[in-house]
């Protein structure tokens, strides 16, 4: 037994401890608290790593909790899993791996934006509680753990959007969020327990095996993908993003970008690996497309027309979300027919799991970025922005790269996976690519106004004197923009070696459902 | 290869487009080589031409607010930009109506739908 065996315990337990651990750490002082932070976080990442090392180019992972063996899903005269199960493959280990480099940044990030606020306490234990959260949801094998952790971040989420207590738009925010939440979260409870009530399971792979195609099944589908679509930001249920990502501190947006990729993680595996035999080839393809072009279309047309910078980048994460939702889409119309996936299916998944994690990448750094401005020059207006690129050439330099790359400009990743959308999702209908392509030009023109009204020009008469974000700032946003970089030098590497596998394991059922059930 | 992929339907390649910008940036940087290097500094040369006007001291004078930008584009979709608003009215029980409805329709159409 090596601790190699315990990693996906221990990427929950690591977060989850260092929550616990905050009020204790925080009372010993600033320095030791901020070394506590970024610390802990790197040690995250670093389990994070050495899982998706193991998953990527070994075998899925399964972990049981509570049992003589951590290893033995199914113990002997049992047909189903009991106990606390956890079950990493590619797609969960991918996931995993973006949320631990955004929690890692934001901490970076926090230490020195967060540095004039009092509330460490909470912030420390909330931020952590939130990571916890949304890595559960991507390592969670059964679906009632997998609800426990939507809570868990969705209530972190809730006390983090509202940190800012005497801010009335954060309280304002933050109750509009928890509102339509809690009921996304009792639908999930009902659905959960509909599931349990018929097949006397709530592992997942278990349920997989199990799954018929009956009129509960498909009304605790709708529910699940409506709950799980809703929390990832699709639109018309995506009202609540907006508001939340802007007025959440910033290393805490950069953080709830991926905590929208668990979700989005969420609806995948339950449509692709709990559900395939109701979700291949019919309907809920095509719903998940309706939900995606509807999501990239009305998410940019808002985006365009804002001036104040966080509310505009929320309003593009609706948009980007939009593509995964059409790439997976388009992958679940396909599923049905092994020539169609061959053809186009599979090269639209892999363009959907690296839009995600290119997503995760670049929409984090630029609500750092935006982070940086507001923390420079005490606005989040553009209207009063104006020739920042002098004196902050860093922040300038990586608001560059991450909007060329989500506004899709070759050389970058957001180009490459964007590519793989518009050519697999031709192949379905051509007027798919063409709404994935104007929402792209769209796009280019809102961050080009961003950096024309923010960074050029002549500099406005009280930002003069304003100096570049201080070292902690900056090194969280070259975090993401070497990631952001690594991803458009090597897209190659990356999707033979990381996207194929993840996309291999959702279309590959019988291995996840294998990996708990031996060989039933 | 490490920076190539291959889509099925053609390929890319980013060190093609590396060396397209490498390229294009020498010849950039040979169309600058061709400026003239012999004016006189801090003269009025080296000032900004700004119609025969003086360049105003505060850059709020001179700049287009981003909330001006695109105006051309958000009168053309006066229409859609009206409904989108109307949508967006900030009430939080309009949101939750809005979830509601979306999964009665998409319950509707997972039932009614066929494989």
């Excluded at chain 1, 280990?93 to 909470?122: N, Q």
């Excluded at chain 2, 053309?76 to 509601?100: I, T």
Aim: aromatic share 14%.
């Amino acid at each position: 037994m090596s601790i190699q065996d315990h990693l996906p315990a221990l990427i929950v337990m690591l977060p989850l401890l260092g929550a616990f651990l905050t009020p204790a750490v925080a009372s010993l002082g600033k320095k030791i608290r901020n070394i506590f932070f970024v610390l802990f976080s790197f040690l995250i990442l670093l389990v994070a790593l050495s899982i998706g090392c193991a998953v990527f180019w070994g075998s899925p992972m399964v972990y049981v909790m509570g049992g003589d063996s951590f290893a033995i899903a199914l113990p002997s005269g049992m047909s189903y899993p009991v106990r606390i199960l956890f079950e990493i493959d590619a797609f969960g280990a991918l996931l995993a791996l973006c949320i631990a480099i955004a929690s890692f940044a934001g901490a970076l990030f926090s230490v020195a934006y967060m540095d004039k606020f009092s509330g460490w306490k909470k912030y420390l234990s909330l931020y952590f509680m939130l990571t916890a959260g949304a890595l559960g949801m991507c390592v969670t094998g059964d679906l009632f753990n997998f609800f426990v952790f939507v809570e868990i971040s969705s209530i972190a989420s809730f006390g983090l959007v509202a940190f800012w207590r005497d801010k009335p738009e954060a309280i304002e925010a933050s109750f509009k969020y928890m509102l339509v939440s809690q009921i996304a979260a009792m639908l999930l409870l009902i659905a959960i327990g509909t599931l349990y009530g018929k097949y006397n399971s709530v592992t997942m792979a278990a349920l997989s095996s199990m799954m018929a195609d009956g009129f509960l099944e498909r009304v605790v589908l709708a529910l699940v993908l409506c709950v799980l679509a809703f929390k990832c930001g699709a639109f018309p249920m995506h009202a609540w993003m907006p508001d939340a990502y802007a007025e959440a501190p910033t290393g805490v947006t950069c953080l709830l970008v991926t905590v929208s990729q668990a979700s989005f993680y969420g609806l995948i595996r339950v449509c692709y690996s709990i559900f395939p035999k109701i979700a291949a080839g019919g309907v809920v393809g095509w719903i998940l497309i309706v939900f995606g072009c509807m999501s990239m279309f009305f998410g940019v047309m808002m985006a365009v027309v804002q001036h104040e910078i966080k509310r505009l980048m929320g309003y593009h994460s609706i948009s980007q979300v939009g593509y995964m939702l059409l790439a997976l889409g388009v992958g679940l119309v396909a599923m049905s027919d092994q020539q169609n996936m061959i053809a186009y299916g599979f090269t639209a998944m892999k363009g959907g799991l690296f839009h995600a994690v290119n997503y995760s990448m670049y929409k984090a750094l630029l609500f750092l970025c935006a982070g940086s401005l507001y923390y420079a020059t005490g606005t989040r207006n553009l209207d009063k922005m104006g020739g920042l690129a002098r004196n902050m050439p860093w922040t300038a330099g990586m608001f560059v790269i991450a909007a060329a790359a989500i506004s899709g400009l070759p050389p970058f990743n957001g180009f490459v996976s964007k590519w793989m959308i518009y050519e697999s999702s031709f192949a379905i209908h051509p007027i798919l690519p063409t709404i994935a392509m104007i929402t792209s030009v769209l796009t280019l023109a809102s961050f080009a106004k961003v950096f024309q009204a923010a960074f050029l020009g002549p500099a406005k008469t009280g930002f003069v004197a304003v100096r570049e974000a201080p070292g902690f700032m900056l090194a969280g946003m070259a975090v993401l923009t070497v990631a952001t970089l690594l991803l458009t030098f090597f897209p190659g590497w990356f999707i033979s070696n990381i996207f194929e596998k993840a996309a291999g394991a959702l279309v590959d059922n019988a291995s996840y459902v294998r990996a708990v059930m031996g060989g039933i | 290869m490490l920076s190539q992929i291959n889509s099925g339907f053609g390929y890319w390649n980013v060190l093609v487009w590396i060396v397209f910008f490498a390229g294009i940036s020498s010849f950039v940087v040979w169309i600058r080589s061709l400026g003239r290097m012999d004016y006189k500094r801090n003269t009025d040369q080296d000032e900004i031409y700004w119609e025969g006007n003086e360049v105003p001291s505060d850059g709020s004078a001179i700049s287009v607010p981003a909330s001006s930008s695109y105006w051309g584009f958000r009168v053309a979709m006066e229409p859609l930009y009206k409904l989108l608003d109307k949508f967006h009215s900030g009430s939080g029980s309009d949101y939750a109506g809005y979830f509601v409805v979306t999964v009665a329709l998409v319950g509707l159409l997972v039932l009614i739908g066929g494989k």
